[in-house]
């Protein structure tokens, strides 16, 4: 058997994915219906396709046509998903039987916003449960690939089709700032005027560099008086001074929760938090427990965030 056509390549996930197309005929829908991106798709048909040395779709105006191959495939396809779904159902999935491990790469801000609360209620409930955390950054595509890290929660998710990525949240950027020194601003020449703290990863990136807005100049932003390598670093340095940070408006509930906030003089583009993985951790059920652990929480701080700004 050729190497580009071994059996053993075969899992769940690819299989469920070919279902789906057999049904949707569409890339984009079965992307949509499985909460994928599109080039995971296509990577997953491209690898089937190596697999069964077969074409299995072929393009037919807007649609995927199957082939006779696809076709015939269709009721194995089903009993061997059917019969993995078994197999994981004998091993039954107990969090309190699991020695369960993670490598997360997060910044403070998702960090603080979601762990601390999934770690007191594990704990709670005699879950045995050990993370240990590692600057994001921008999370690479070898980072997932090498199991480096388990889950990176991050606006600059890497973009590969078997990189697996989840909108959790989004949050407005907004102005923090020490209230017994100074206001907000008002205008957007207040803004320009004002002096800043940025922060700069150790990769050279700025926090800037995740948002947008059609209504600013970024570069008449003053260079700023302080850079510092993480968003815990703020409040010591805007304490008792007249600097201005803009970050997102969810730091309100956690790293930032000491300082004044403020909306902008201007508007921005929401910034997206996505929670991403490695396709082989699809089909984990620890790995799928701590996901929908994160989903929970994070619409949990959707709620509290809402309530604060009513």
Not at 8 to 33: C, P, Q
Not at 129 to 145: A, D, H, K, N, Y
Not at 222 to 231: Q, T
């Amino acid at each position: 058997m050729a190497k580009d056509r071994n059996f053993m390549d075969l899992d769940g996930h690819t299989l469920r994915t070919f279902l789906t197309l057999l049904e949707l005929s569409s890339v984009s829908k079965t992307a949509e219906k499985m909460d994928i991106s599109q080039p995971s798709v296509s990577y997953i048909l491209r690898r089937l396709r190596q697999i069964i040395g077969d074409p299995l779709f072929v393009r037919a105006g807007h649609q995927l046509m199957p082939t006779q191959t696809a076709l015939s495939l269709k009721q194995s396809a089903i009993i061997a998903l059917d019969s993995l779904q078994r197999l994981t159902e004998q091993r039954a999935f107990d969090p309190q039987r699991e020695q369960m491990q993670f490598v997360i790469a997060a910044n403070d801000m998702q960090r603080d916003l979601i762990f601390p609360k999934l770690l007191r209620e594990a704990m709670a409930d005699n879950i045995s449960l050990e993370l240990q955390f590692i600057s994001s950054g921008q999370p690479t595509v070898l980072w997932m690939r090498d199991s480096r890290c388990h889950l990176a929660l991050t606006p600059l998710p890497p973009d590969a089709p078997d990189i697996i990525q989840k909108l959790i949240m989004k949050g407005e950027m907004m102005c923090f700032f020490d209230g017994t020194m100074r206001s907000a601003p008002e205008t957007l020449e207040e803004y320009y005027k004002a002096q800043h703290l940025g922060v700069r990863f150790m990769d050279g990136r700025t926090s800037w560099a995740i948002w947008t807005s059609k209504e600013i100049d970024k570069s008449k932003i003053p260079r700023p008086v302080v850079s510092v390598s993480n968003f815990n670093a703020i409040p010591p340095f805007i304490k008792g001074t007249n600097l201005l940070a803009t970050q997102m408006g969810l730091m309100q509930l956690s790293t930032l929760n000491s300082l004044d906030a403020a909306r902008l003089p201007f508007d921005t583009d929401p910034v997206a938090i996505y929670m991403v993985w490695h396709e082989r951790s699809s089909n984990d059920p620890a790995h799928i427990w701590m996901r929908q652990r994160i989903e929970e929480i994070s619409a949990e701080v959707k709620e509290q965030m809402d309530s604060l700004n009513r």
